[in-house]
């Protein structure tokens, strides 16, 4: 199983970016995909899941600004990023498992992707 996350960049406050995270070696609908990030200094911190019902669910440091959504053709997740904070920069990973109890935890996932940087500018 691989996790290829993408899409990181440099981006100013309130701009846009778009994250993927595309997978292969899986039955891509099976799964739940969450979606987590480490800012340098801190532990990694929940960001969205999306499970394989298409059930999204965002954290509230990024609802309302995030959104979450998949392409099981494309075995592909989306994580779209807008109004964009300098708090929301550090590195992405997208995360992976077919049965996940507590999708906020970063415990209950098994397979991980290798991360995409996010920077904001102020």
């Known amino acids: 199983v691989q996790l290829q996350a993408s899409g990181g960049g440099l981006a100013q406050t309130g701009g846009s970016l778009t994250l993927s995270c595309e997978a292969s070696?899986?039955?891509?609908?099976?799964?739940?995909i969450g979606w987590f990030r480490q800012a340098p200094g801190k532990e990694r911190e929940w960001v969205s899941y999306?499970?394989?019902?298409?059930?999204?669910v965002l954290s509230d440091s990024v609802k309302g600004r995030f959104t979450i959504s998949r392409d099981n053709a494309k075995n592909t997740v989306y994580l779209q990023l807008n109004g964009l904070k300098p708090e929301d920069t550090a590195v992405y990973y997208c995360?992976?498992?077919?049965?996940?109890?507590?999708?906020?935890?970063?415990?209950?996932?098994?397979?991980w992707g290798q991360g995409t940087q996010v920077t904001v500018s102020s």
């Open positions: 999306i499970t394989s019902t298409d059930s999204a």
């Open positions: 070696g899986l039955t891509f609908h099976y799964y739940t």
């Open positions: 995360a992976a498992d077919i049965v996940v109890l507590r999708p906020q935890e970063s415990d209950e996932y098994e397979y």
